[in-house]
């Protein structure tokens, strides 16, 4: 993690009870809302994942009236580095990403944008990812993001447009959708279906050390 957003992180965590037990040392698989069962069969994590951090937002929703969600502004501020979002009004879906990846080390855009996670990372099939899980793949599984089109182009090298981005969980091939937890999703981190016609990539996001 880089050193200069390293003691606003440290005085945020110490101030916000909402989350005051984030960061303490129970095991990956003992916090938040637990795994997911489509991740359930996979072992143990050998460091914090996105999914990891993700279980531990979900729930997290935007505040109704003048406040505002410190998760939220905080994602704003050191996931995205776009700290003149200062409402959680403002789309969120990639900030709160990007704020996932940074306090487990891990590659990511620096945006507020949802598509620039498509500049990111390693580029997967949704084959390849569900190969991921029959094999046991823990580091990739656990940590691969989904790209959605959300109202604009159908095209991936299109990234100054709108979009949706999640963490990816499971794969359901007879309705063809995907089942993503990710920010901004009504309002809120939470778990929410997705169609595969809307997707517009995967991808990995290995440890930056």
Not at 88 to 116: K, Q
Not at 159 to 169: E, Y
Request: glycine share 8%; charged share 25%; proline share 6%.
């Amino acid at each position: 993690m880089s050193t200069d957003v390293q003691p606003e992180l440290e005085r945020l965590r110490q101030c916000c009870d909402r989350y005051d037990d984030l960061f303490g040392l129970r095991g990956a698989d003992d916090a938040g809302g637990g795994v997911h069962p489509a991740l359930s069969h996979l072992g143990p994590e050998s460091s914090p994942s996105i999914d990891f951090m993700f279980r531990q937002f979900e729930g997290v929703k935007e505040i109704r009236g003048g406040k505002h969600d410190p998760l939220v502004l905080a994602a704003h501020k050191y996931g995205a580095r776009a700290p003149w979002f200062d409402t959680d009004e403002i789309p969120w879906c990639s900030s709160i990403a990007c704020l996932a990846a940074e306090w487990c080390d891990r590659i990511h855009p620096s945006s507020a944008r949802a598509r620039s996670w498509l500049l990111v990372g390693e580029t997967l099939t949704l084959d390849e990812w569900i190969e991921c899980l029959r094999s046991n793949d823990v580091e990739v599984a656990r940590n691969t993001m989904a790209i959605f089109n959300r109202g604009g182009p159908q095209d991936p090298a299109i990234i100054k447009a709108k979009g949706h981005v999640a963490q990816l969980l499971a794969y359901d091939p007879n309705d063809d959708n995907l089942l993503v937890r990710g920010g901004n999703q009504s309002n809120e981190v939470n778990q929410t279906w997705y169609k595969r016609t809307d997707l517009l990539g995967l991808r990995y996001c290995p440890s930056l050390y």
